[in-house]
Nanobody, 121 residues
Framework: QVQLVESGGGSVQPGGSLRLSCAASGSILSIGTMDWYRQHPGKQRELVAAINNGGTTNYADSVKSRFTISRDNAKNTVYLQMNSLKPEDTAVYYC???????????????WGQGTQVTVSS
């Protein structure tokens, strides 16, 4: 199996910055796309940013030019640098990865436990 462990959430004032990290571990044969999602209270989880193993990125319109996703394939880790944070960025942020495990036959979807980001003055 694959475990995803997130870190870096917390509270920040509007205009501030935070950096989220998500490290994948386990019997990993290969990791494909790694993503960050977020979920506002009472709403569905939404895609924030994605990066494939070639480095191609994709962002939600609401975070373009403010957030940057990156990954370190050697460390099986994905990052989300969040700048110019707004109160509407307040949410639980989840890491997601598509991966195949050693001995496995199919790609699976794996999720982290979530980390709270709060933007408030």
């Amino acid at each position: 199996q694959v475990q995803l462990v997130e870190s870096g959430g917390g509270s920040v004032q509007p205009g501030g910055s935070l950096r989220l990290s998500c490290a994948a571990s386990g019997s990993i044969l290969s990791i494909g796309t790694m993503d960050w999602y977020r979920q506002h209270p009472g709403k569905q989880r939404e895609l924030v940013a994605a990066i494939n193993n070639g480095g191609t990125t994709n962002y939600a319109d609401s975070v373009k030019s403010r957030f940057t996703i990156s990954r370190d394939n050697a460390k099986n880790t994905v990052y989300l640098q969040m700048n110019s944070l707004k109160p509407e960025d307040t949410a639980v942020y989840y890491c997601h990865a598509r991966a195949i495990v050693v001995g496995g036959q199919y790609w699976g979807d794996y999720w982290g436990q979530g980390t709270q980001v709060t933007v408030s003055s």
